[in-house]
């Protein structure tokens, strides 16, 4: 049997987690496995007949009044607590970094070894893992053992798919035994977002800026055009090092990892970091004065030319266009 650990903040799921469900229902298809899931927390509930649709035929719901919000340690002692239970043949959760960091845990816990980020998993008695390396510049293919397995679904490499058969998964729910040593790490306080600001991870537009920007005030033509395309806007490492941009707006390797249907790249040479953090991309569009920049041998469409230009005619167009 197949366990997947299913991320969410607070009930709302990560759809990333969709993507590891994907994976881990083949390759329990392949072995011929049950996929079972874990939620953790009363507040996960709501998404049962979601995690039904991938496939997943057991849900285990773990309820305990400190679980509803994320603390590394206690929800990786609640998995080690179902997985002596049940005995899983893998334990497998999506490559964001929570999921990571959750997985990493439980390695420890348990004195099992661990992969992340594979992009493909194949049955046997020790699993033959592919997974990306160095911000996913070189692919490892290894052998993984344990009892049992751990792995990590690398994000946006596969497409999440329902199953053609869903029905409503058996709900079990139980209750971990956990001290106060398990919470050490925990959420104590959340600074919110703006209501009207959409996520980074979650636009389907985004508009990064790099140095070419020249100024934290020059990001504000870039909050002009994302705010027409109802999109977001980003900054690549040297910005936020910059105190252009806070952290929190950070796309890359060491930021947020994003997937949008369209990445517009103002300014941004396209180190390997970056491109780690906006592979996810449907479209990316990237303006830039060098030609040789390495983001422009990567975009789907490439401008070359001053991006304060070429930003004021998209802007004028897109606002003629709006008329």
């Known amino acids: 049997m197949i366990l997947a650990i299913v991320e969410h903040d607070r009930g709302k799921l990560n759809p990333i987690s969709?993507?590891?469900?994907?994976?881990?229902?083949?390759?329990?298809?392949?072995?011929?496995?049950?996929?079972?899931?874990?939620?953790?927390?009363?507040?996960?509930?709501?998404?049962v007949q979601v995690v039904g649709r991938y496939g997943v035929s057991r849900v285990h719901l773990a309820t305990h009044d400190r679980l509803n919000d994320y603390a590394p340690e206690a929800w990786a002692r609640t998995v080690l607590q179902l997985v002596a239970r049940i005995q899983p043949e893998a334990v497998t959760v999506a490559g964001s970094d929570r999921g990571n960091e959750l997985l990493a845990h439980l390695a420890a816990l348990s004195r099992?070894?661990?992969?992340?980020?594979?992009?493909?998993?194949?049955?046997?008695?020790?699993?033959?893992?592919?997974?990306?390396?160095?911000?996913?510049?070189?692919?490892?293919?290894?052998?993984?053992?344990?009892?049992?397995?751990?792995?990590?679904?690398?994000?946006?490499?596969?497409?999440?798919?329902?199953?053609?058969?869903?029905?409503?998964?058996?709900?079990?729910?139980?209750?971990?035994?956990?001290?106060?040593?398990?919470?050490?790490?925990?959420?104590?306080?959340?600074?919110?977002?703006?209501?009207d600001k959409v996520s980074l991870s979650e636009a389907r537009v985004v508009v990064g800026g790099g140095r070419g920007v020249g100024s934290a005030e020059g990001f504000a033509r870039l909050e002009e055009l994302a705010a027409l395309l109802d999109g977001a806007v980003g900054g690549s490492r040297v910005v936020t090092n910059l105190g252009w941009r806070p952290h929190s707006d950070q796309i890359g390797q060491t930021g947020t990892r994003i997937a949008p249907e369209l990445y517009i790249a103002c300014g941004i040479s396209g180190a390997i970091q970056h491109m780690v953090g906006c592979k996810g991309a449907k479209n990316i569009l990237a303006i830039n004065m060098d030609r040789d920049a390495p983001i422009m041998s990567k975009a789907t469409y490439a401008v070359y030319g001053d991006l304060h230009e070429v930003l004021s005619a998209l802007i004028d167009e897109l606002r003629r266009r709006k008329l």
């Not at 881990?24 to 899931?37: H, K, P, Q, T, V």
């Not at 493909?120 to 290894?142: F, M």
């Not at 751990?150 to 497409?159: C, D, G, I, N, R």
């Not at 925990?186 to 919110?192: D, F, Q, S, T």
Request: a negative charge; aromatic letters at 4%.
């Open 18 to 47: 969709l993507e590891c469900l994907t994976l881990a229902r083949e390759l329990a298809r392949d072995s011929g496995d049950a996929l079972e899931a874990i939620l953790i927390g009363e507040v996960a509930r709501s998404m």
């Open 112 to 195: 099992q070894p661990m992969a992340a980020n594979c992009i493909e998993v194949l049955s046997g008695d020790a699993y033959r893992v592919t997974r990306q390396r160095w911000g996913g510049s070189l692919l490892e293919e290894a052998l993984l053992k344990g009892d049992p397995k751990l792995f990590s679904v690398a994000p946006h490499t596969l497409e999440a798919q329902e199953t053609a058969a869903a029905t409503e998964p058996v709900t079990e729910t139980f209750t971990p035994e956990l001290d106060d040593k398990a919470f050490r790490v925990r959420i104590k306080e959340r600074v919110e977002r703006s209501a």
